[in-house]
């Protein structure tokens, strides 16, 4: 009996285990629809950055090797690949949800949901201060370097591209990298190198060769960016995630709640959407832009983001959430 009931708890936390991980990657999704949010950042939020990172990298010869051998189960141990399926099946999930919340609630009540957003960015930092030593002055200055690279960038203005099958490619390995770069968001990077509007129109017409190019580089480019990060993390942590904090940090500028759009982009459907916007202190909102600052509501949604972080750090084991692949 006590055998029974041990597989029994074993598999229970199994279960749980696998849904908190189509969780975390729902949460990746949902993360990817917002402008200023990655699933980068999420995945540091939920404590699984370096384990999706080594997961990535780890798609190598040996992998091919066990795949072209028919040895299909070392191949899926190699890659992880139940940690990354599940995390897949979240991600698509996500994504189909924001359909109908994210994006409403992008629409409709803005200034609280970016709060929430940066409460859980906020505490994210604080979180992470445990990845790395706060007595290297080098760190210190990796997480300036951050904080100042995500400024540069979230001020940078789009660009008009001539679109070549050449350009979509490296767009395609650029985008990827931004989207698995905390605090970056790969849309936005997508908008800066002129092509974002291009491609939701190849998607819509399925226009599958430009398709299949800008796939193509998207796989290219996460397969050789996740080796970089993974030596990065490898050899060099602790500067690594003061980088990371950095770049977190400088996230809040893209995503700080109170903003008035000044340019707008027209997708393939002939519909407006914000594109560059300037920031505005929540007590001159209303006079500048007509609308509310919802100040007592993003007070709120800013307090359960950082709630929501700081409590499920309690409930998960850091370690195991974010232990490196050798």
Known sequence: MSDQSSESGSDSLKSIGSLVLVLKGMAMGLGDSVPGISGGTI?????????????????????????????????????????????????????????????FMLDNYFEPLMAFFVGLVLASTWVLRTQYSRQQATVWILLMCGFLFTLYVGNLEPRIADVSLVYVFICGGIGICAMILPGLSGAFILLLLGIYQFMLKALVDFNFLYIAVFLGGCVIGLLAFSRILAWLLRHYHDLSFGFITGMLLGSIYVLWPWQQVISFYEDSAGVQHPLQTVKIWPLNYTEITGNSPWLGVALIAFIAGAALVLVLSLFFNKKNGSSVQE
Not at 73 to 101: E, M, P
């Open 43 to 103: 995945a540091v939020i939920t404590n699984i950055y370096e384990r999706l990172i080594f997961a990535i990298r780890a798609v190598d010869k040996t992998a091919i090797k066990y795949f072209a051998r028919g040895e299909f189960r070392k191949f899926w141990q190699h890659i992880d690949g139940n940690f990354l399926l599940l995390l897949a099946l979240g991600v698509l999930a996500g994504l189909l949800i924001s359909a109908n919340t994210v994006l």
